[in-house]
């Protein structure tokens, strides 16, 4: 808040403050010519009469309480303007409080899985009743309760990895996040009819009916510019995040007009890192569900 605001502010609830208590002083208090308390000033209906009796004095300090109330209120917590009060409250050193005793109380649930491989907590991963509202709470808003992603978030139910699969590939994506860095390459490309040859060849790749002709054309283009990335049969590279356009998998959709998009303007998906958020422990248990959605292992003891 700027200089100027804080002080109007200030300034507004001052006046505001000192307003209440001169309306109660001039309304509470006799004045010449008054009539007597029990002095009738108006009269309806022949029996039904006003009468001019001031308010109790209780009633009346009690007014004069709640204005003397919000000066110590707002003197030692913050709400005049900038002034910070002079208790040091605030609402976000309040919440960090509240989480602070929360995780002292729900991190031994935590620790003792800290110290088991996420390939064996991932055999047990739905008999643990707090990954699922782990995921649910902090995964489900972008991938679904159900984990089958929507459009520029990935489905974590099939086998398709852009970054690996494995349970330490998936511990470090929960830990510190991906971020997608395909640019534009309209300009390397060149026209409408050159982008849509290339995007036309990406359909084919995947077994996407595509015009033979226009993808015949946009394989050279593809050698030269997407292999980098995507690999000469574009099965994509984990190492960079670049995605198999071979699997049928489509991340933000398959049609030629969403392919030339993603040719046209790059694509640019992050997924935040969720340690800061969630703590190491919480991130193993989320890698565990994750890699249990696509190696589901049989109970012990189970039928064959």
């Known amino acids: 808040m700027s200089a100027f605001w804080s002080i109007y502010v200030i300034a507004l609830v001052a006046i505001n403050l000192i307003g209440c208590i001169v309306l109660i002083y001039f309304t509470g208090r006799s004045r010449p010519g008054d009539p007597k308390a029990d002095d009738t000033s108006h009269i309806w209906d022949e029996t039904l009469t006003e009468y001019n009796k001031p308010m109790p004095a209780w009633w009346v300090n009690l007014f004069y309480a709640t204005v003397f109330f919000a000066v110590g209120y707002l003197i030692y917590y913050p709400g005049a303007g900038a002034f910070k009060g002079v208790g040091g409250w605030s609402s976000a050193g309040q919440h960090d409080a509240d989480m602070a005793e929360q995780e002292k109380q729900v991190a031994p649930l935590f620790a003792q899985f800290a110290n088991v491989p996420i390939a064996d907590l991932a055999k047990n991963a739905t008999q643990i009743t707090c ?147 969630i703590g190491k422990d919480r991130a193993r248990l989320v890698a565990a569900y994750v890699y249990s959605l696509t190696n589901a292992q049989p109970a012990a003891g189970g039928s064959d």
């Open 131 to 277: 990954v699922f509202s782990v995921f649910a709470n902090n995964c489900s808003m972008c991938h679904g309760s159900d984990a089958k992603g929507n459009k520029g978030f990935p489905n974590l139910t099939d086998t398709a990895w852009n970054w690996g699969g494995t349970p330490d590939d998936i511990l470090t994506t929960v830990l510190n996040g991906r971020q997608a860095a395909m640019p534009s390459f309209a300009a390397v490309i060149g026209n409408d009819q050159a982008i849509t040859e290339t995007a036309a060849y990406v359909q084919s790749l995947s077994g996407i009916k595509a015009d033979p002709a226009l993808a015949a054309a946009g394989k050279p283009r593809f050698d030269m510019v997407c292999t980098a990335c995507h690999g000469p049969t574009g099965t994509g590279n984990p190492l960079l995040g670049a995605p198999n356009l071979t699997d049928g998998d489509w991340l933000y959709g398959s049609d030629i007009e969403t392919i030339k998009e993603g040719i046209i303007k790059g694509r640019a998906g992050m997924m935040p890192p969720h340690e800061p958020i």
